[in-house]
């Protein structure tokens, strides 16, 4: 299989929604929660592009999502260099909680990371938010072992917290299996964070945009690829990207919309929690 080039990872950062204001945020908040078909939801950062640069596999599983947000500082950095807005830092170590705050009632689906994180999570959210949490399973089964799950439960949200790029695979698996509306939201570590299993960062880390730093300091050796190496890479990956952009002046800031065959699947919602102020970087 080809490698990805330049201009087709451009194409996929450009796809992202740019929130800019807590008004496009609540609206946002309450087209999430007014889906009406199978409709995903991943975060674009650094480690994402280097992947999408490496292989098309990534690259497909991360465009077949119906929304992408920018999730941390690295990205900020290039977006003006490319031509494209940053708005906001819509990271979901922030935003899935503030997400499932938000929404009213619903049937939750919870896959992946392990016991006993997945339990521990569970009695985390029953505490903060409304829904109910019946379906968990571990993040190691194969993707026709979730998409018989999600079938038989039928869950309104399912939140993956399997990694990159495995989960947005799933996801797209599951966006392609499933027949009844469902929020798939692709979630990283968020299941782990909301567990007790990894601290954040104190807030002025976060705000400063070095919460990397702080998990470095944590898991070492498991991240020290992901945010050194990794680091090099997407520096050179953004020189990459750079020169595969239109000129800039041609380029003006503009919010990206759901993708073209989602956007029937938006209903106007209603009884949905207006979102507290949220956009630290990472």
């Keep these: 299989m080809r ?26 908040v309450a087209e999430l929660g007014a889906v009406e078909r199978p409709t995903v ?15 098309q596999e990534a690259l497909g599983a991360f465009d077949r999502s119906d929304l992408l947000l920018r999730d941390g500082v ?9 031509g494209l807005p940053a708005g906001f830092n819509m ?21 992946g990371t392990a016991t006993p994180w997945l339990e521990r999570a ?9 829904h109910v949490y019946a ?34 695979a799933v996801a797209a698996e599951l966006r392609a299996a499933l027949d009844h509306p469902v929020l798939i939201v692709n979630g990283g570590a968020i299941v782990d964070f909301l567990a007790g299993r990894f601290r954040r960062a104190p807030e002025n880390l976060q705000r400063a945009g070095f919460e990397w730093a702080f998990r470095l300091l944590q898991e070492p050796k498991r991240l020290f690829g992901r945010y050194v190496v990794g680091g090099f890479g997407f520096a050179a990956t ?17 919010p990206a919309p759901l993708r073209p065959a989602a956007r029937s699947a938006v209903r106007r919602s209603s009884g949905t929690a207006a979102p507290a102020p949220m956009h630290k970087e990472l």
């Design 3 to 28: 490698m990805p080039t330049p201009r087709e990872v451009f194409a996929l950062i450009e796809r992202m929604r740019c929130i800019s204001s807590e008004a496009e945020r609540r609206a946002l």
């Design 41 to 55: 939801l991943s975060f674009l950062n650094a480690h994402a592009v280097n992947l999408c640069m490496r292989s």
């Design 74 to 82: 690295g990205l900020r950095i290039i977006m003006p260099w490319l």
């Design 91 to 111: 990271n979901g170590t922030d935003f899935i909680p503030l997400l499932l705050k938000s929404l009213p009632k619903r049937r939750v689906a919870v896959y």
């Design 122 to 130: 569970r009695a985390h959210l029953e505490t903060v938010t409304p």
């Design 135 to 168: 379906d968990l399973q571990h993040g190691f089964h194969p993707v026709e072992h979730y998409v018989r799950q999600a079938r038989r439960s039928r869950p309104d949200l399912i939140l993956l917290a399997m990694g990159m790029p495995r989960q947005e």
């Design 238 to 254: 953004a020189c990459r990207l750079r020169l595969a952009a239109p000129a800039l002046p041609a380029r003006r800031p503009r």
